[in-house]
């Protein structure tokens, strides 16, 4: 998402001629077949330092090595993520093939941009052969995906209590890399023939597949994925059911996330990354080897942690999502490397960002209390404040 910067320091502005990068709007030429996977688009970085000449070399390399990380965590299935501690040492500069920008604006001491990152498909597959870490890199076929939002407590009318998505939830899906992902979507808007009954028949074991069915009739396509965001303000939740049929075939999860500072638009934006990295980790997991999750919503609590999480062929260990809290870029910084270098943390997912907060997803063995004791060697506190994690340095 835009409002996203995710960033880990490396290489300098000497580097960038090398890698293509200009100083207007442009971008990368797609990839053919399975290179496409290693262009990581549409990624938005941002620095300040004491002249704007350090600040775009800040912002550039730090969001170079995230770019990296981001797209072995695309194309590495979910239960290898921990292999990636064999290439922790790469320098990711020897292995981009150009950068790109699509925007950017900067002041005296700050810069920030939205860029494309394409790596050397090749070279990156040697190293994850040489090191024998299993990856994924070809393409699913495209799924449809209809993001909608539900009010449960709406009168029943011509569409009940569904509405086609709008705000952060309908904006959002977008705005993130479907195109080069190994699950590829397609947003679309949800058809008039399909009513509510249909989109309950989701939420209910005995009509699921019946409720696909239909789906698939309508878009004149097998593989449609319905997301529905469900606010509920008394529980400070926002509840979201993926269903439908991708190309690890039918499915049902359901997952709730917790309103951050009562920041709807923050959490819904991390929804929609944790949704699609669900349908990446299942296209991974049937091509790896690994078994996917296709749990009914009768069967998994509305409340309850990932389903997918725990589903075989996926990364064990408990989700904590917390609010980081810091002071600026350099204490951000500094909190995140701990959280991408500190072992047994897996499955980093860094939502949105202002000049002083982040929304983080991690797997720890042992969840929030585990990982608390161990970030305190780091000088970082972990603490449960009333149902929401908040990390913040020591000081």
């Keep these: 998402m835009r409002s996203t910067v995710k960033a880990a320091r490396i290489a300098g502005l000497t580097a960038l001629a090398a890698f293509g990068l200009s100083g207007g709007p442009g971008h990368l030429a797609a990839k053919p077949g399975a290179d496409r996977t290693y262009t990581i688009a549409n990624y938005p970085v941002e620095a300040r330092a004491t002249n704007a000449?350090?600040?775009?070399?800040?912002?550039?390399?730090?969001?170079?090595?995230?770019?990296?990380?981001?797209?072995?965590?695309?194309?590495?299935?979910?239960?290898?993520?921990?292999?990636?501690?064999?290439?922790?040492?790469?320098?990711?500069?020897?292995?981009?093939?150009?950068?790109?920008?699509?925007?950017?604006?900067?002041?005296?001491?700050?810069y920030i941009a939205t860029l494309d990152f394409s790596f050397q498909a090749a070279e990156v597959r040697d190293l994850l052969n040489r090191q024998n870490i299993p990856f994924v890199d070809?393409?699913?076929?495209?799924?449809i995906i209809v993001p909608l939002t539900r009010d449960a407590k709406a009168a029943a009318g011509p569409s009940g209590e569904f509405r086609i998505a709008s705000g952060t939830w309908g904006t959002v899906w977008p705005t993130l890399d479907l195109e080069n992902s190994v699950a590829p979507l397609k947003v679309e808007a949800l058809k008039p023939e399909i009513g509510p009954d249909v989109l309950r028949g989701l939420y209910e074991d005995a009509t699921l597949n019946a409720s696909i069915m239909t789906l698939a009739a309508a878009y004149g396509s097998d593989q449609i994925v319905v997301a529905i965001a469900e606010i509920d303000t008394e529980g400070r939740k926002v509840n979201v059911l993926l269903a439908g049929q991708d190309a690890a075939g039918p499915f049902a999860l359901q997952r709730a996330y917790r309103l951050s500072a009562g920041?709807?638009?923050?959490?819904?934006?991390?929804?929609?990354?944790?949704?699609?990295?669900?349908?990446?980790?299942?296209?991974?997991?049937?091509?790896?080897?690994?078994?996917?999750?296709?749990?009914?919503?009768?069967?998994?609590?509305?409340?309850?942690?990932?389903?997918?999480?725990?589903?075989?062929?996926?990364?064990?260990?408990?989700?904590?999502?917390?609010?980081?809290?810091?002071?600026?870029?350099?204490?951000?910084?500094?909190?995140?490397?701990?959280l991408l270098e500190a072992p047994g943390i897996d499955d980093i997912r860094i939502g949105s960002i202002s000049a002083d907060r982040a929304s983080v997803s991690v797997k720890y063995p042992g969840g929030?209390?585990?990982?608390?004791?161990?970030?305190?060697?780091?000088?970082?506190?972990?603490?449960?404040?009333?149902?929401?994690?908040?990390?913040?340095?020591?000081?």
Aim: hydrophobic letters at 45%; charged letters at 20%; zero cysteines.
């Design 53 to 110: 000449v350090a600040a775009k070399d800040a912002a550039i390399a730090d969001g170079q090595k995230a770019a990296f990380r981001s797209l072995m965590k695309r194309i590495i299935p979910v239960s290898a993520y921990r292999d990636m501690e064999r290439i922790a040492a790469t320098d990711p500069a020897t292995l981009v093939d150009g950068v790109a920008v699509r925007s950017e604006r900067n002041s005296a001491t700050q």
């Design 138 to 143: 070809t393409q699913a076929p495209s799924t």
């Design 368 to 395: 929030g209390p585990a990982l608390a004791q161990a970030l305190t060697g780091y000088g970082i506190s972990l603490t449960d404040t009333g149902g929401l994690w908040v990390m913040r340095q020591l000081r």
């Design 263 to 338: 920041d709807l638009a923050y959490t819904l934006e991390l929804a929609a990354v944790v949704s699609q990295g669900v349908l990446e980790g299942r296209w991974k997991a049937i091509n790896s080897g690994g078994a996917v999750a296709a749990v009914a919503p009768g069967n998994v609590s509305p409340y309850s942690a990932a389903p997918y999480a725990t589903a075989p062929g996926f990364a064990t260990g408990d989700e904590i999502a917390f609010d980081a809290q810091f002071t600026g870029a350099n204490e951000w910084n500094a909190m995140r490397r701990v």
